[in-house]
């Protein structure tokens, strides 16, 4: 961490000398699961990587380099054994997401298009009405429309 960086390491414990971040928890529970299911997110982080930097981190509250990773993660549990799977969709819903439920499963079939719009649905939280209202004319028409149904 930045603050701990000019502290000589004697003087620091020992959790202070290892700082993970989100990205490595993500790139850690990512490399222990299939690797179809691997190349699957990679897909969505890159989709979703392409709609933040369209729509303009910036128009985001809050929104920092771990957001998108944090989201991601969250896709990937546990099972009772301990091992790493890719979840399903319906395990991912609580009462902020389930109002988006019929955004994210526009094509329910389509596994790699559910994950991206649980995505989008979560960071657009994150987006202000005006900056919706100022960004939705960028997109293609279908998109607005599906954009703005969810949003508003």
Request: with cysteine.
């Given at each position: 961490r930045c603050e701990f960086k000019d502290?000589?390491?004697p003087?620091?414990?020992r959790f202070q000398k290892y700082s993970f971040s989100i990205l490595d928890f993500y790139s850690i529970q990512l490399r222990e699961i299939p690797v179809e299911e691997q190349?699957?997110?990679?897909?969505?982080?890159?989709k979703a990587r392409s709609f933040i930097d369209h729509?303009?981190?910036?128009?985001?509250?809050?929104?920092n380099d771990e957001t998108l990773y944090s989201c991601l993660l969250?896709?990937?549990?546990?099972?009772?054994?301990?091992e790493p799977y890719l979840s399903n969709i319906h395990e991912n819903y609580n009462q902020l997401t389930i109002q988006s439920k019929p955004f994210i499963e526009q094509?329910?079939?389509?596994?790699?298009?559910?994950?991206?719009?649980?995505i989008i649905s979560k960071i657009l939280q994150l987006a202000s009405p005006?900056?919706?209202?100022?960004?939705l004319p960028t997109f293609e028409e279908g998109t607005t429309r599906s954009?703005?149904?969810?949003?508003f």
């Open positions: 502290i000589p390491a003087f620091l414990s190349t699957l997110m990679k897909i969505v982080e890159k729509f303009g981190k910036e128009y985001f509250y809050g929104f969250s896709f990937i549990r546990r099972n009772a054994q301990g094509d329910i079939n389509d596994k790699k298009q559910c994950f991206l719009y649980a005006e900056s919706m209202i100022f960004k954009l703005c149904q969810n949003y």
